[in-house]
């Protein structure tokens, strides 16, 4: 996150990352007036839309970035919120390379292989990749790393921030506030993949090697808004044996969270151990599998109009 709280969202914030393609879109261009890569290098990011989705397929390297670029042959991705902003100047990381040719872009990932897409340029800042194998669009839409919002994107996707590293340990506790269950708790696991909403805890002492943990509890959370403030979110834990314990979550940085107990008045600070780069499922005994985590639907997906023109 290229810093916190340095400017409140931009006033396109509020359409920004909002726009569906449901309505009536600018017809697409058939003649572009400049070439595909021209097109593709107009802007600097390209924000994957992902509700915006239409068709019932995936395609895994999309599925996982929040933003992609395409720089001189080289495809970048920001699949982290951790250093969003900051990792590779803004672009995020080399994850393959790419050929635009009549457009058509063919991408070869490093680790999901070679994809194909049509382009459909819908209107002036966003363009249309049509994967004709699995019958699925995603929808991009384009930046400059000077006028894109980076502090949105990490704190509308604040559940994955939780989910980048392997545990996140206590290093505060204010003097002021009443003894509470949650002062035991030491460590704090957020688990990726799944249904996206799994915790775990552990009462271990501060210090211990994050291979080492015991997590003697296993539960649900819940990340929620703030109505008027986009930098302050709410954390519920569900401890089935002493209830729920509400939180006010603030970000200090990008390895370090805040966490206020309204019922207590305690708060807490809790540092990030173990970054994930690429985003790995972790298991509940806390074991690290191949599978990759990928971004999640808010909505309902969509039958895809768009017709495979590859075969006629």
């Not at 409140?8 to 309505?23: D, G, I, K, R, V």
């Not at 994957?48 to 001189?72: C, H, M, Y």
């Not at 080289?74 to 995020?92: E, T």
């Not at 805040?258 to 074991?287: C, M, N, W």
Request: charged share 25%; hydrophobic share 35%; aromatic share 16%.
């Amino acid at each position: 996150m290229k810093t916190i709280k340095l400017l409140f969202a931009f006033a396109l914030t509020a359409t920004l990352f909002t726009s569906c393609y449901t309505e009536v879109r600018v017809d697409d261009f058939d003649e572009p007036a400049i070439s595909l890569n021209q097109l593709l290098s107009s802007y600097e990011l390209w924000y994957v839309d992902i509700n915006a989705t239409k068709g019932f397929g995936e395609t895994p390297f999309l599925q996982k970035a929040f933003t992609v670029s395409f720089r001189g042959g080289v495809v970048y991705a920001n699949n982290n919120i951790v250093g969003l902003g900051n990792n590779g100047n803004g672009f995020g990381i080399d994850v393959g390379e790419y050929d635009a040719y009549d457009m058509i872009l063919d991408v070869h990932h490093d680790i999901d292989g070679f994809s194909t897409f049509d382009i459909y340029q819908i209107d002036g800042n966003t363009i249309e990749l049509y994967n004709p194998n699995n019958d699925t669009s995603y929808f991009l839409d384009g930046y400059q790393r000077s006028n894109f919002d980076y502090d949105f994107v990490f704190y509308d996707n604040i559940h994955y921030f939780l989910q980048e590293y392997e545990a996140w340990e206590k290093v505060y506790t204010s003097e002021f506030g009443a003894i509470n269950e949650f002062d035991n708790e030491n460590f704090l696991q957020f688990l990726p993949g799944g249904n996206d909403s799994t915790f775990q805890s552990s009462q271990d002492d501060i210090g211990t090697n994050v291979n080492n943990l015991i997590w003697d509890y296993t539960g649900v959370y819940g990340v929620g808004d703030v109505t008027n403030d986009m930098y302050l979110k709410t954390l519920t834990l569900d401890y089935d044996f002493f209830d729920n314990e509400f939180f006010e979550l603030t970000v200090i940085d990008d390895g370090t969270i805040e966490l206020y107990h309204p019922t207590s008045e305690t708060v807490y600070e809790f540092k990030g151990r173990g970054y994930i780069q690429y985003l790995k499922i972790t298991d509940a005994k806390g074991k690290t599998t191949t599978v990759e985590k990928k971004r999640k639907f808010k909505k309902e997906k969509k039958d895809n109009p768009r017709e495979n023109t590859r075969n006629k």
